[in-house]
């Protein structure tokens, strides 16, 4: 059963939100909002950019026990991730689990991965990137930046349901703040989404991946 917030909850998420805009720090402090606030046992916020690999800009507690497998995923699973490639295509600003983004050709993606991954049917998504944690729920909450980019915020939940429902229901509500949030902080400061970090990754691997098998 989804635990049930009072209006004060979020009344007090909300302004802490709304605070944060204009900080010259603004994903740490994300970072420690989503902490006091959201259920989950671990988070990343990402910058997801067309042309380039995935930047990671905050995490949950500032450092994540998993830092091999947040490098291994930056510097090449993305590429087949349902996420990453569901932003390519075009997703809409919204709430998601990560089973919602896995299409029909999810299998076949899996096997033409020329990197190097776990294949495990435990996993939702059919593979763990190396070094990433095992069998967890991943709720996301995703956004759109007016550049062309977009935000990524990945919560790993527990797979007994009631985490993630709980930080989806949380996330479904504060989803018109935290956009706007966003919107107002890309005005105020683009250079914030636009880390000196360039990372040109394996977009022309992406561009030509499956495409002598794969459909569009």
């Known amino acids: 059963m989804t635990q049930s917030h009072s209006r004060e909850f979020f009344d007090a998420l909300n302004v802490a939100l ?4 204009g900080s010259k720090t603004f994903f740490g402090k994300l970072s420690d909002i989503l902490e006091k606030f959201l259920p989950s046992e671990s988070f990343i916020i990402f910058l997801y950019r067309k042309n380039a690999a995935p930047i990671s800009l905050a995490c949950y ?5 998993y830092e091999t497998g947040l490098t291994n995923y930056i510097n090449y699973t993305y ?6 490639r569901a932003y390519q295509k075009g997703l809409a600003s919204g ?4 089973s919602d983004l896995i299409g029909a050709n999810n299998k076949n993606i899996i096997d033409l991965a020329d990197c190097d991954i776990r294949i495990e ?3 939702l998504i059919g593979y763990r990137t190396p070094g990433w944690p ?4 991943e709720c996301i909450m995703f956004i759109n930046i007016p550049n062309g980019s977009a935000i990524d915020i990945s919560f790993l939940t527990k797979r007994d349901g009631q985490q993630t429902a709980e930080c989806r229901s949380i996330l479904e509500e504060i989803l018109p703040v935290l956009n706007s949030v966003l919107a107002k902080q890309f005005e105020i400061d683009g250079k914030s989404f636009n880390p000196s970090e ?3 990754g394996q977009e022309d691997k992406f561009q030509d991946f499956g495409s002598d098998t794969l459909t569009a």
């Open 18 to 21: 709304i605070e944060i805009i």
């Open 61 to 65: 507690r500032g450092k994540l026990k």
């Open 79 to 84: 590429v087949i991730n349902p996420v990453y």
């Open 95 to 98: 709430v998601y689990l990560i």
């Open 121 to 123: 049917n435990s996993e």
């Open 134 to 137: 095992k069998n967890y729920a």
């Open 198 to 200: 360039n990372n040109a």
